[in-house]
């Protein structure tokens, strides 16, 4: 992916699988950092050392209270403001339609839906 693709505290991981969160980013460049490294961000870029995106994992979803319905193929959430109640529990419809195969993506969604608080608080 391209650093500017980016978003400030979107989880990603380099090229050996390390994770880490992004502190900052540029055109062509971003900086990532993980908890007890604050001081002293990783710097990646377009060119030598690209970000590489964190494949979402049905333990990735439920750390953070998303589940998976095989039965209707949605993506579901246990919290009382995304969209629509049914049966007690609030899904997130159509969540599937656009492609969320990795944490940054999904965290974007939901920062498009006004859920920042969510997004930025994302565990992998």
């Not at 969160?21 to 377009?46: H, K, L, R, S």
């Not at 492609?99 to 859920?115: N, P, T, V």
Request: charged share 30%; with cysteine.
């Amino acid at each position: 992916m391209k650093c500017k693709e980016l978003q400030i505290l979107d989880w990603i991981q380099d090229k050996n699988g390390f994770q880490s969160q992004i502190i900052g980013v540029g055109d062509d460049y971003a900086y990532a950092t993980f908890e007890g490294n604050e001081g002293d961000p990783w710097e990646f870029d377009d060119k030598d050392d690209r970000p590489e995106p964190i494949p979402l994992t049905p333990e990735i979803l439920e750390k953070n209270g998303w589940w998976f319905d095989t039965e209707d193929k949605w993506l579901h959430y246990e919290v009382n403001f995304i969209i629509e109640k049914w049966n007690g529990r609030f899904q997130c419809y159509d969540i599937n339609q656009i492609k969320l195969d990795s944490a940054h993506k999904l965290q974007h969604a939901l920062r498009l839906c006004g859920l920042d608080e969510l997004a930025d608080n994302f565990k992998v």
